[in-house]
């Protein structure tokens, strides 16, 4: 069963215009959530993330939204550039007891902003 | 300060064999993860290790196992390989694994 889902393989948008990425999950003991970058050839980098304990969290250009009664996240790149072409993973985990975590990553969404 | 370093970057094997990749984490990070991507599903959790014991396991066979020295430099292995084991291993390190991960480029393992 896959407990973060992220619905759209892929996306395109004009440069210049905002660039929404959605996630799902399904545990609700989840209360960390991240969004990864990953260009090809190289390892996903972290772009920002968002507590459960919050509805929303800025990073110049990229928002990250919450909404913890529908289960869903959303990054929003505003506004997009062409170098903001890439995979984004959205990436979910439950603090444990001693402070492991594990991620749960989505399949990610290739996003794609034409000049 | 050096980033996470993974090797071999490439490698290919044959069905049957086995495996070893190498992961050297960030100066400091005593918490090394490894990481599974496939086109089909996606990054999927192997397993973590902190101070040379594994902390945490994925819903991963035995053939996959770990092991993390004194100096968190961290290796995993895949023993009688598998067509479905071709993936981009991913290493990743943190300071004590309840932080943000950083990961390696990542080792290709093709198995024909």
């Known amino acids: 069963d896959q407990q973060v889902k992220q619905n759209s393989p892929s996306l395109s948008v004009q440069e210049g215009r905002i660039s929404i990425l959605n996630c799902d999950y399904t545990?609700?003991?989840?209360?960390?959530f991240l969004w990864y970058k990953k260009y090809p050839a190289e390892g996903p980098t972290f772009l920002i993330s968002?507590?459960?304990?919050?509805d929303k969290n800025e990073d110049g250009r990229f928002t990250v939204f919450l909404n913890k009664s529908a289960k869903h996240l959303s990054l929003h790149i505003v506004p997009s550039q062409p170098g903001d072409s890439a995979v984004y993973f959205c990436?979910?985990?439950?603090?444990?007891?001693?402070?492991?975590?594990?991620?749960?990553f989505g399949k990610g969404t290739k996003l794609t902003v034409n000049p | 300060k050096a980033g996470v370093t993974q090797t071999p970057r490439y490698l290919i094997k044959t069905r049957g064999q086995q495996v070893t990749l190498s992961c050297s984490p960030i100066?400091?990070?005593?918490?090394v993860s490894w990481y599974q991507q496939t086109p089909g599903q996606g990054l999927q959790f192997l397993f973590e290790?902190?101070?040379?014991?594994?902390?945490n396991k994925g819903n991963f066979p035995g053939r996959f196992s770990g092991r993390q020295f004194s100096n968190s430099r961290s290796e995993m292995n895949v023993s009688t390989l598998e067509l479905g084991d071709s993936a981009l291993y991913l290493c990743?390190?943190?300071?004590?694994?309840?932080?943000?991960?950083?990961f390696g480029a990542g080792s290709r393992l093709t198995v024909l």
């Open positions: 290790y902190f101070s040379e014991t594994q902390r």
């Open positions: 990743a390190s943190s300071l004590t694994g309840a932080n943000v991960l950083t």
């Open positions: 968002i507590s459960s304990i919050k």
């Open positions: 990436a979910a985990s439950a603090r444990r007891e001693g402070g492991s975590e594990k991620l749960v």
């Open positions: 545990n609700s003991m989840f209360d960390y």
């Open positions: 100066s400091g990070h005593r918490s």
